[in-house]
């Protein structure tokens, strides 16, 4: 009996041994410094030091000192308190891979057998023997006329230096084809026609502010556009009478140099009388 209890007294003490030799060595502030200066993070700093760690009892000037030596306040207060509960830093989520725009689809547009055939010139085109002519752009003058005294207001006129467009058509009803700028609509495009002044003299009324025409709803003319050509606009103009005509750029009046406007002038001719037999 003796025996078994000496024997069993030295197992334990060989057990306890073990167990003390197994148990990790606290850290130093000399360590953690070191692991620090070679760039080891904060997790892994607090890690260590909650795993093997024991609490310092540091003053203010010795917390001082170690955060000037570049320890953080997180790894500071957990040598001062190694037991105090800790959640480790997030991983930072993966950056989002910004996706493709989807692609665009071509855009489509309407037959047109003539559409081909427009130049890439900017400008009003109108189709002779099948071949596109360009149309003139022509500045319009601009006039007041009256309005005399400080409260008469005057009557502002834009007109055409001639007497009729060098361009003549015979079909009442012409088909046109517009190439506009980048961001320009068709619908700054006004067909207009023109009245004869006593002189002969091609003119329309535009109010009494020549800076910002404003054109009589009886001077303009319907016409249908569609596009038919990336800023290339077939213009269908609905049957015009014999006269002069324009298309009126709208918002190109610039009054410093007297101008109105701008517009493409035609003229529509009075088709011949059939002769009889």
Partial sequence: MIAQAVFVSFVFLGLNCAAQDSAPSPLSIEEILKMHEAGFSDDVLITQIRKRGRAFNLNADEMLDLKKDGL?????????????????????????VASAPPPTEPRHYPPDDNASKMPPELGLYWLSSGRPVRIELKL???????????????????????????????????????????????????????????????????????????????????????????????INSSKLDAGEYAFFLVGTADPAKGSAGKGFDFGINAPKPSSGK
Wanted: aromatic share 6%; proline share 11%.
């Fill in 72 to 96: 953080s306040e997180t790894v500071i207060n957990f040598l001062v308190d190694p037991s105090r509960p800790y959640a480790p830093t997030a991983a930072p989520a993966p950056a989002a």
């Fill in 140 to 234: 319009l003058l601009s006039q007041v006329i009256g309005g005399f005294g400080k409260l008469a207001k005057g009557k502002g006129i834009a007109y055409l230096v001639g007497p009729a467009a060098s361009l003549r058509i015979k079909d009442p009803s012409p088909v046109f084809y517009l190439r506009l700028a980048e961001g320009k609509g068709v619908e700054d495009a006004v067909l207009i026609e023109f009245e004869r002044n006593k002189s002969g003299r091609r003119e329309i009324e535009i109010g009494p502010k020549p800076d910002k025409p404003e054109l009589k709803a009886d001077a303009i003319r319907p016409v249908e556009a569609k596009e038919v050509g990336p800023q290339l606009f077939r």
